[in-house]
């Protein structure tokens, strides 16, 4: 049933390009420059005179959330504000019937994100789903939605939801930036195109777990991890640190990189690990400038980098490679190196990866 795999989790990290193209799949034609999403399609309406779009999630989903904030804001220029269930249903919170409601879950059945719905729906908003099992109840009280193909996902800590999730988020962010017009045509073919590739270049990721099992072993004593990340790759750091913290249970942080001085740069020294996610689009002065900070403190820095990299690589610790694509697009490819770091320094600590201690797979508590 793990197909070979010693844990669910690898093998689910293992399927991403698979699960990946299974949720293009019918939706993506990249040649003939179309996206097909009837969800948003039969709703195009009610998407394009949307005044903002709220994301509602819980853990993992909500950083896919905060990923799909900066696909939407950048690509259709619609206003996304990306909220914990948890926090928004126990609010008063301002939501009209111009307003769209996503909602993210993996399982459909996450008690606080149910809520969040039923609240939304009360004040008369639009809820879009997405989520992976079909038919669940999140499914079902949504007024519509897109489901991710990741088939079943059974390690506890979430992986291919996630870039499924992303994926999914991603087609529609260019489905009605088209519509809107905020891309060009020839913008909009070229995301298509670049989007067709990922999935062989998560499979090229993949290749480099060896080095990952390493680093892994190197760091796998540290007591307390820091993840950053700019940009697209800001929520990415926020996700690496929630992986290894549930099933490593080594504490880790993930931080937007620039915040870094106002605070967190008082912890660095030679015992504390630094993941840092510096491709090269989107401030990468910036970041080089913030792995150099870190050096200059005997931090020691992990950093995922684009192919080729050779300013970060010069400073670094250990240089994980991903190959080059589009600022919008790296998430899917970057996550994955997070994935496999904590999965491996999770196994070296004999923690029981598919079930980690005190957490369920899906959270129908409140
Ligand atoms: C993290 C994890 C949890 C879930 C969260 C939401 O690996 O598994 O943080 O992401 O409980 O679950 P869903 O997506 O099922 O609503």
Known sequence: EKGGFEHFMLKEIYEQP??????????????????????VEDNMKRFLNADRIIVVACGTSWHAGLVSEYIFEDLARIPVEVEYASEFRYRNPVITDKDIVIAISQSGETADTLAAIKLAKSKGAFVFGVCNVVGSSIARETHTGAYTHAGPEIGVASTKAF????????????????????????????????????????????????YIKEIAASYKDSKNFLYLGRGYNFPVALEGALKLKEISYIHAEGYPAAEMKHGPIALIDEFMPVVVIATNKGHYDKIVSNIQEIKSRNGKIIAVVTKGDVDVRNIADHVIEVPETMEALTPMLTTIPLQLLSYHIAVMLGKNVDQPRNLAKAVTVE
């Not at 799949?25 to 097909?36: N, P």
């Open 18 to 39: 698979e699960a990946i193209l299974d949720t293009f799949r019918g939706r993506l034609k990249a040649d003939e420059a179309i996206i097909k999403m009837a969800g």
């Open 163 to 210: 870039t499924t999730q992303i994926t999914v988020l991603t087609l529609m962010a260019l489905r009605l930036a088209r519509a809107k017009g905020t891309i060009t045509s020839s913008e909009f073919r070229h995301h298509l195109i670049e989007l067709e590739l990922i999935p062989d270049k998560v499979r090229e990721v993949l290749e480099s777990n060896e």
